[in-house]
């Protein structure tokens, strides 16, 4: 089993729409978990910190499930700049982090 | 957060060439690591690179084949050397300060082996 893994997607939804995704870590020691968005050809830049149960910034929001290990992101009245790869990080035990897959995402007009 | 260049943002190489990619912060960080990324793919860890020791290396990475070097706390190279078509790859370098901190990422080297 992958340390981090995330539904690859892609998810296909309108302008406007709400929608979430999930990554779900194997580590239960992880104590800082991280979003990242990734435009195609581009590097990855930070979107949210989630250090407790969980944190939001504007539309996004995320939410941390220790129980059930898993952190959601939650993005409301999706804009088509909202299109891009959402890669999910927990900081393992041997202080670095370990990515998911990435989700794909498609915001259609 | 830091400023990170990478240099150079693309190269093609030929078969067996080696290619040294620097990585240049504006301030001292603490951690610096070299990431692979392969086209559709994640982000797969090389090693971490120290500074002022040798880096350490992730599994199915060795030394000889992805030299590492640290000089100080702004700069680190990754060498990837006598290269092939499977090492076409986005290579990218992210630094960051405390373990529990997210990491920032430089823009990348696009690299085609021909």
């Known amino acids: 089993r992958k340390e981090v893994e995330q539904d690859p997607g892609p998810f296909n939804v309108p302008e406007g729409a709400t929608v979430a995704f999930n990554c779900t870590y194997s580590?239960?020691?992880?104590?800082?978990f991280f979003w990242y968005r990734q435009d195609c050809r581009k590097e990855p830049k930070l979107l949210m910190s989630v250090y407790s149960s969980g944190n939001e910034d504007g539309r996004f929001t995320a939410q941390l499930n220790r129980a059930s290990q898993y952190i959601s992101l939650l993005i409301r009245d999706s804009k088509l700049s909202d299109s891009a790869t959402y890669l999910c990080?927990?900081?393992?035990?041997?202080?670095?982090?370990?990515f998911g897959s990435g989700t794909r995402l498609s915001i259609r007009p | 957060s830091a400023v990170i260049s990478q240099k150079p943002s693309r190269d093609i190489c030929q078969r067996g060439t080696s290619l040294t990619i620097q990585c240049q912060v504006d301030s001292q960080v603490t951690m610096m690591f070299w990431y692979r990324q392969q086209p559709g793919q994640s982000l797969t860890l090389i090693a971490t690179?120290?500074?002022?020791?040798?880096?350490?290396?992730e599994s199915g990475f060795v030394i000889d084949k992805f030299p590492i070097s640290r000089p100080n706390l702004t700069f680190s190279t990754l060498t990837v050397s006598n290269m092939s078509p499977e090492d076409s790859s986005i290579y990218l370098c992210?630094?960051?300060?405390?373990?529990?901190?997210?990491?920032?990422f430089g823009d990348g080297t696009r690299l085609s082996i021909l």
């Open positions: 580590n239960s020691a992880s104590q800082s």
């Open positions: 990080g927990a900081y393992s035990s041997a202080s670095k982090i370990i």
């Open positions: 992210s630094v960051g300060d405390r373990a529990d901190q997210p990491q920032h």
């Open positions: 690179a120290n500074q002022g020791s040798e880096a350490t290396y």
